[in-house]
Every structure is written in C-alpha cells, then in structure tokens.
C-alpha cells in the first residue's frame, strides 16, 4: 500500500516562479517528513525536512509546510532556477527503519 | 571524499543466477539501509541494520538477503535472480536507525535480469 503518495508526476516551471509540490499520507502515526531531491544517475540527496511539531520549515529557497489534519505536506520552491530541475521524492517516517518515498515528481525549470 | 560506494554501477544478469551488490561507507554511520526504486513506485526498503551483527526485513524483503558483519560494509546477495528483480538499487545509511535524521544515499546499482 502506498502510503506517501505524490499524484503530480510531472511540474514544470518558468525561470524566477515559485514551484509547489505536493505529497500526501495516510498513516497518523508519521512524525517526520522530509524531502529529496535527485539528478538522473545519481542517488537522491537530503533537501530539507520537518517534524510533526513544528507546521513550517524553511532553508534558503526551499520551504516546507505540513498540514497533519490534511495528512498533506508541500514543498515550495522560490525564486525557482534551471539547476532545480530534478525528480523530488516526498518521505515520511516513524522511524528511519520505515521511511517511505513517494513516487516522485519531476521538476522542470525553464530558463 | 566521505560517502556511499556502490558495485557494481550496472550489470545484466541471467535469471537464476546469483548476484550480490556491494556497498561501503566511510561515515562511521551505525544503520545502513537498501532500496529499489521502481517507475511509478518510488523507493522502496527492502532491508536495513542498526548496527553491525543486526539486520532487519523492510517493506520488499522477498527474495533478498544481507549480511552485516562490520560496520561499513553491507552486501545485498540475490540467491536466484528473477526479471521483477529489475530494478535500480540504492544503498543509504544514516547515523542511527532511530527517529529524524536523514538518509545519506549511494549512487545505485541498475540490475537487469533477463
């Protein structure tokens, strides 16, 4: 069962717009969310993260807001540039033993 | 530089062979972790460890096996290779199995089985 689910395969952005991606869940018991980014033939790299305590997390351009009575967390992206065009996975977990991914959404920046 | 090493980058296999990938950190990280990630699906686990001598069965476990008999290194071993096994394959480790923290992840492995 997919439990973090990101039902936009695909975005695509002009140069200098804000980017919004979004995840959903459907397991309460999720406490930490994070996300990562990944270039073609590469692994995929921490972003930027947030507990279930806290509603807003923000790291230079990236911020993420999560929304636990929703189960839904989004990932905003601005000013957006070309270098963030890459496949953002969502995560969620209890614990690192059981984190679970979402299927990923596919940025692109157009210049 | 300190990180994830994976073996091999690519390989086709033969179904009913054996393959083990490889994969070393040098971080000191007590857990270590596989995923496949399949079109569609994302990342799936397959195994972990919290720490050396101790492993564990994730979300995909069938038909895989691991092994952790030191800290840095953490070999998944594919007794009999079937073609829904294809997949590309990603070592991670983090600094504890525990709650928060990121996952820190290799390159990959892309394994075809015909």
């Known amino acids: 069962d997919q439990q973090v689910k990101q039902n936009s395969p695909s975005l695509s952005v002009q140069e200098g717009r804000i980017s919004i991606l979004n995840c959903d869940y459907t397991n309460s018991m999720f406490d930490y969310f994070l996300w990562y980014k990944k270039y073609p033939a590469e692994g995929p790299t921490f972003l930027i993260s947030?507990?279930?305590?806290?509603d807003k997390n923000e790291d230079g351009r990236f911020t993420v807001f999560l929304n636990k009575s929703a189960k839904h967390l989004s990932l905003h992206i601005v000013p957006s540039q070309p270098g963030d065009s890459a496949v953002y996975f969502c995560a969620a977990s209890v614990d690192n033993n059981d984190m679970r991914f979402g299927a990923g959404t596919r940025l692109t920046v157009k210049p | 530089i300190a990180g994830i090493t994976q073996a091999p980058t690519s390989q086709i296999l033969a179904a009913g062979r054996r393959m083990t990938l490889r994969c070393t950190q040098d971080m000191r990280h007590n857990a270590m972790y596989w995923y496949r990630q399949d079109l569609g699906l994302g990342l799936r686990l397959i195994h972990y460890?919290?720490?050396?001598?101790?492993?564990g069965k994730g979300e995909v476990p069938d038909g895989y096996s691991v092994s952790r008999a030191n800290t840095d290194d953490f070999p998944l071993t594919l007794a009999s290779a079937v073609p829904s096994q294809t997949s590309v394959y990603f070592c991670?480790?983090?600094?504890?199995?525990?709650?928060?923290?990121?996952?820190?992840f290799g390159e990959g492995s892309r394994l075809t089985v015909l």
């Open positions: 947030i507990s279930s305590i806290k």
């Open positions: 991670a480790s983090s600094e504890t199995g525990g709650a928060g923290g990121e996952l820190f």
């Open positions: 460890s919290n720490t050396a001598g101790t492993t």
